[in-house]
């Protein structure tokens, strides 16, 4: 995998709505302009230290609808969707990794290593091109970023 750099239209969309998500007092996670099917989306993603409802995505839309409405940005048609970052969101950007250590993570690999492809444990280390995780059997492996498909917090939930 490979740290996420915005895109044009992305990193525009972000200067613009990161007041709006200061002010009411959530964190931008990430910003995604992307084509599926016939449709564009884009996505803004929000995070508070005390989770993210409906009303917050309800409260951040409104005033980030109103500004795209003003400013217009962006050439073709699109769907606005502000969501949650989610339990289990994906860490994609430098700041994710640093901000998520101690936290426990999934990692999955492209191609096994060392016979294995998939690690749960502790962010332990993160330096921009690898990531420490300490794992239940008290072993801890560092992975390179261009390894691995994904690195995303985990939660185990029981039913």
Request: hydrophobic content about 40%; overall charge negative; charged content about 30%.
């Amino acid at each position: 995998m490979k740290l996420k750099k915005f895109g044009g239209t992305e990193k525009l969309v972000y200067e613009m709505v990161l007041p709006i998500a200061e002010e009411l007092g959530f964190e931008i996670w990430d910003v995604s302009f992307e084509k599926e099917g016939a449709y564009w989306y884009l996505r803004v993603f929000i995070d508070h230290e005390n989770g993210i409802t409906i009303d917050d995505c309800e409260t951040m839309t409104r005033p980030v609808n109103k500004i795209l409405d003003e400013k217009d940005p962006i050439a073709q048609n699109y769907i606005l969707e502000v969501g949650s970052a989610g339990l289990e969101r994906a860490l994609c950007q430098g700041w994710h990794f640093e901000s998520s250590i101690g936290e426990v993570v999934k990692a999955h690999a492209i191609r096994p290593i060392d016979g294995e492809k998939e690690w749960i444990g502790t962010l332990t280390a993160f330096d921009g091109e690898n990531v420490s995780i300490a794992t239940d059997d008290e072993k801890t492996v560092q992975l390179r970023l261009s390894d691995l498909s994904y690195v995303k917090l985990y939660v185990e939930i029981a039913f």
